[in-house]
């Protein structure tokens, strides 16, 4: 054997190499290992029942979890976006309690005229046009459309555009308002405290954090202390230590769908 030869068995035999292969080894061995349990992760993950966690499989129908009614006048595009789902758009429509204002909302009451120069993409989506020859323009009428006393509609004024180019959506007529079926999994707008939300097929248990049916059940405002200083005692209860829910359960537009009311979200104004 060579001297050069004996070199290189030495070098590969020498205790620095044999580290140097067990770093190698241990890696390799540490990936494999995290590609295993990563597959097994995700085989556990989808194989999952989807009674017992139905908002976690992503396979299955979000529509299986409920139908989310979205409401605009009836003059509105039908072709609108919901694929985006972030944001009110202009023109939609929020049912809340009376005493409630809201960011980037006009309250309706009444007959309301506004200043086109100060509104021109609510005119622009109520009139399908952007004629700027009008210098005022009439907001709809929705107080026959409001199901029970002491609850308000508001008009976006601010929010995302309706684009008016597209699929045309159907829809539900009702009085002055038009319904477009969502789904209430996809929906990503996050709505406000106390706001009324009209809904179908709702699995109530993985909704009721978020969403409490509009029975006139008794809360507690201990428990609940935000939705109670919006509802205050209109619809019951002393207001102070507790509240009662406003009673839509033989109200509803739309056969087989209820009204549910928003216990988390933004927090409104109070008139």
């Known amino acids: ?24 080894q241990g890696f390799i061995v540490g990936v494999l290992l995290t590609i295993i349990l990563c597959a097994v992760g995700l085989f556990i993950y989808f194989s999952n029942d989807r009674n017992e966690h139905p908002e976690e499989n992503l396979m299955g129908s979000f529509l299986d979890l409920g139908i989310l009614y979205r409401a605009f006048p009836l003059s509105i595009y039908n072709e609108i976006d919901f694929s985006r789902n972030e944001d009110f758009y202009i023109g939609e429509l929020c049912l809340m309690p009376e005493r409630t204002a809201l960011r980037n909302s006009i309250r309706l009451e009444g007959d309301i005229t506004l200043p086109f120069n100060d509104h021109t993409f609510l005119f622009s989506v109520l009139y399908r046009t952007s004629k700027e020859t009008v210098k005022n323009f009439s907001l709809p009428n ?42 209430l999994y996809e929906t990503r707008v996050y709505f406000y405290t106390g706001q009324i939300l009209l809904a179908k097929d709702v699995d109530e248990s993985q909704f009721e954090r978020w969403l409490l049916p509009c029975d006139g059940r008794m809360l507690s405002m201990r428990d609940e202390p935000f939705l109670g200083l919006v509802l205050g005692n209109k619809y019951g209860g002393d207001g102070t230590s507790n509240y009662k829910l406003p009673d839509l359960s033989d109200v509803s537009p739309i056969e087989g769908a209820k009204y549910y009311i928003v216990r988390y979200g933004m927090y409104p104004t109070n008139d």
């Open 1 to 24: 054997m060579t001297e050069s030869h004996m070199e290189a068995d030495l070098d590969q035999n020498s205790p620095k190499s044999r580290v140097n292969k067990n770093h190698l």
């Open 142 to 183: 929705f107080d026959a459309d409001i199901p029970v006393e002491g609850l308000r509609y508001f008009i976006t004024n601010v929010g995302e555009y309706p684009s008016g180019t597209g699929e045309i959506l159907d829809y539900i007529a009702d009085g002055e308002i038009k319904y477009f079926e969502t789904s």
